[in-house]
């Protein structure tokens, strides 16, 4: 069968026979059996960046009657990118009782570095994207860009994650149209039915309503687009809440923390106020060190998340217990990226209407366009 005939899904996890032509011998030349073999025995996975492959195994000799296996090189990696055998004929080899599968196991195990977050995942179980994929890349899927103005324009996407109702992808090529996104740039897409059933993937460019620091001030207006979204999932109310954390400032809870240096002076200190109890009394200390401040942290199940606040108010007594500055959301995407844990996300007003946004959607939001006036 015809490599281009085959789908993703069937390729992928499988093991496959694939002629050994002379584009393909240089290739393997380092394999046994190279000078008596006809065929390549690969097993199919997915790389998210370079699309559809096949990992080479062994060589392997097929006549009418048997197929012979050579021992593999295991101190080789050699891949087959669909691309360059997408009109050669490759033939499926079942695994009996898993044979193969334990035999190269460890060249099959080296493959786990390809292996992609749960979303993207899910995205390729999706066969209403199937008809937008591209045949070399599954990850990646034909968008069209829409914007008032413009012509709808098509482009290609690599799925990063999926939120809701819509998919976030990253622009592969630079629309010729002004959309205001560019090449390498996250955008969100959904999936549009028409009247008729036919299945289009849009992403809505057009500019929204302007809005003013005064608006953002005191936290309510992103209370508002958070409860409409809670209420009513839809596509405007969360491309909504995304922009208006582009602008805003939140508050964050955390501890001041001293450095080595000033908290043994502040040991010295309280040490000799033990013995002359009379010695600090209204004294001030002053930290010669600048003092760091590190966030609390919320732990849900086995994930962590970076607590933010639109307002003081929203921290109700949790906000007691702890050190309160405000930054703006871009700076707290930095902290949440460099933070010593793995997070999972940054959690906004987690304990009256919360709203996580998923560690996937930090660079959509930092990429998106400012609505301040």
Request: aromatic share 10%.
């Amino acid at each position: 069968m015809r490599t281009k005939n085959i789908g993703f899904r069937k390729i992928t996890g499988n093991f496959w026979l694939v002629s050994l032509n002379n584009k393909l011998r240089k290739l393997v030349e380092g394999y046994p059996g190279v000078d008596l073999a006809n065929r390549v025995l690969c097993y199919g996975y997915i790389d998210h960046d370079a699309g559809l492959s096949l990992e080479v195994l062994a060589l392997s000799s097929k006549d009418s009657e048997r197929v012979h296996i050579f021992e593999p090189n295991s101190a080789i990696s050699s891949k087959i990118r669909i691309g360059a055998i997408q009109d050669d004929n490759i033939s499926f080899v079942e695994d009996r009782n898993g044979e193969f599968r334990k035999r190269f196991a460890p060249q099959i195990s080296v493959l786990d570095i390809y292996a992609v977050e749960e979303d993207i995942q899910e995205s390729r179980k999706m066969e209403v994207l199937d008809i937008y994929r591209s045949p070399e890349y599954p990850d990646d899927v034909l968008v069209y860009l829409l914007k008032e103005g413009n012509k709808p324009e098509a482009c290609w996407v690599r799925i990063e994650g999926i939120m809701n109702n819509q998919i976030i992808g990253t622009l592969l090529n630079e629309p010729k149209q002004n959309f205001s996104y560019h090449l390498g740039e996250k955008i969100a897409f959904f999936i549009h039915k028409d009247e008729n059933g036919d299945i289009a993937l849009c992403s809505n460019m057009n500019p929204s309503q302007k809005i003013t620091a005064e608006d953002l001030e005191d936290g309510t207006m992103l209370e508002s687009s958070i409860y409409n979204f809670n209420r009513e999932r839809n596509q405007d109310h969360f491309l909504d809440i995304l922009e208006i954390l582009r602008d805003s400032h939140v508050w964050i809870l955390g501890d001041f923390v001293m450095s080595d240096t000033d908290e043994s002076r502040m040991k010295d200190l309280i040490a000799q106020s033990e013995a002359e109890s009379q010695s600090i009394v209204g004294n001030t200390f002053k930290t010669q060190d600048q003092c760091k401040f590190k966030p609390d942290i919320l732990k849900y199940n086995e994930d962590l998340f970076f607590p933010v606040f639109s307002n003081p108010e929203a921290m109700g007594e949790y906000g007691n217990q702890l050190s309160k500055i405000q930054h703006h959301f871009l700076d707290v995407i930095t902290l949440a990226e460099n933070h010593e844990q793995n997070l999972s996300g940054i959690v906004i007003n987690a304990f009256s209407e919360p709203f996580v946004l998923d560690k996937d959607l930090w660079d959509l939001v930092k990429n998106m366009k400012s609505r301040l006036t």
